[in-house]
């Protein structure tokens, strides 16, 4: 069973910045995918930043300019890079991991709270 931990959330004021890194059991060239999600409370969990195994990335329009997805293959671990933050990106950050048509991973996320 893969496992996915995430790490480096926590409480910033608008316009600061968090660097959230996400960590997996085993080679990071297995995934098709990696991506972050969030879920701010009493919302549906929305798409954030996806990379591809041959590093090709997009963005949702809402963090576009301003977050900045990467991975480390040799330390298994995908990077997100949130600057410029606003109260509305305060939310629950999870990591996400596919083989597309077979299986799906999640970590247990990571709180990020922007104040205003």
């Known amino acids: ?37 969030r879920q701010a409370p009493g919302k549906q969990r929305e798409w954030v930043a996806i990379i591809t195994s041959g590093a090709r990335i997009a963005y949702a329009d809402s963090v576009k300019g301003r977050f900045t997805i990467s991975r480390d293959n040799a330390k ?30 999640w970590g247990q996320g990571t709180q990020v709270t922007v104040s205003s």
């Open 1 to 37: 069973q893969v496992q996915l931990v995430e790490s480096g959330g926590g409480l910033v004021q608008t316009g600061g910045s968090l660097r959230l890194s996400c960590v997996a059991s085993r080679s990071i060239f297995s995934f098709d995918t990696m991506g972050w999600y």
């Open 76 to 105: 298994n671990t995908v990077y997100l890079s949130n600057n410029s933050l606003k109260p509305e990106d305060t939310g629950v950050y999870y990591c996400n991991a596919e083989q597309i048509g077979r299986d799906v991973y």
